[in-house]
């Protein structure tokens, strides 16, 4: 009886929260399709591990979108604690009440909040655990605002996106005078050969034996960025809406999938290349974490503990900061 009455109180609270309208909403099926691409690179074994959900937690999801991370984050409490899922955009708060009722989730509340500053609902909870996945807010207040309704032992975890920098010589990293050798066996319709200049090409003849050489190298450096801004580098990987031929982890194919989706070439061209020659590159340098050193600052400065940040080894090409009220 009690649990038929907990059940009976959620389903009123989740109506009182957001008035439901079945699925009467103008979400482009693209955007769905894309943020679904990107949302499944971010949700790793590894992330859930990071956000270490129990039982009974209260979690908030700022500026959750199509809400596929609110769905798991309800999932993961089976049934237990609460999750709020806030969003500026009505159509999206309407697309996760329709996954909400599909899914069967009793613990899962979308919540339309205003545009400007804190909105009043936030002040309603004390919470576990706040998210914040590629939300930007200017307003350091904002921040100071939402530590009061963090609970004493609660984090904070911040997704940010990690800018892409073109290659420079300290991008390399393997055996050059190996990398020069399979850069030489590129067939001739390779993209990676095809884009090569003809003075590129001669230097690689000429010095095919040299274990380092500044001129090649700079060379190439300067031929891959010239591949990173071409529109059509990329087409010669593609049928369709599909990469062929092309030796992504699965974590790297979900992202490229959705930077394709996104129509971000330069992102999809980089990526290319440095699934090709993985093993001559930095890892860690693929992209640069601009965006997570500004959002430290805000954080800092409106009274957060930093704990800590992950630059790209939990989430692929993502960093994530965490930080507490103390």
Known sequence: MLKILKNIFILILLFTIVPVKGSDYKLDERRIQRDTMRAKVECSDKFFELLAIKPEMVILDIGTGIGYHACLFAEKLKGTGKVFATETDIDCVKHVETEVYKKKLTNLYPVLVREEGLDEFYSKQKYDLITLIHVEIEDVNYFKKLKEFLKEDGRIIYVYHISMTLF????????????????????????????????????????????????????????????????????????GTVFKNVNFLKEEAYFAEWSMLWESKNRTNKLLIFQRFRNYFNKDKIFTYNLGLTYKKKFEEAGYKFKKEYKGDIIPFQGILIFTAK
């Open 168 to 239: 420079n010589p300290y991008d390399f990293t393997g055996n050059f005078k190996e990398f020069i050798r399979e850069l030489s066996m590129e067939p001739a319709d390779s993209p990676f050969s095809k884009y090569l200049s003809e003075a590129t090409r001669e230097l690689i003849k000429q010095n095919s034996e040299i274990s380092n050489n500044e001129v090649l190298l700079n060379a190439i450096i300067n031929d891959f960025n010239m591949m990173i801004s071409n529109k059509n580098f990329s087409n010669d990987f593609i049928n």
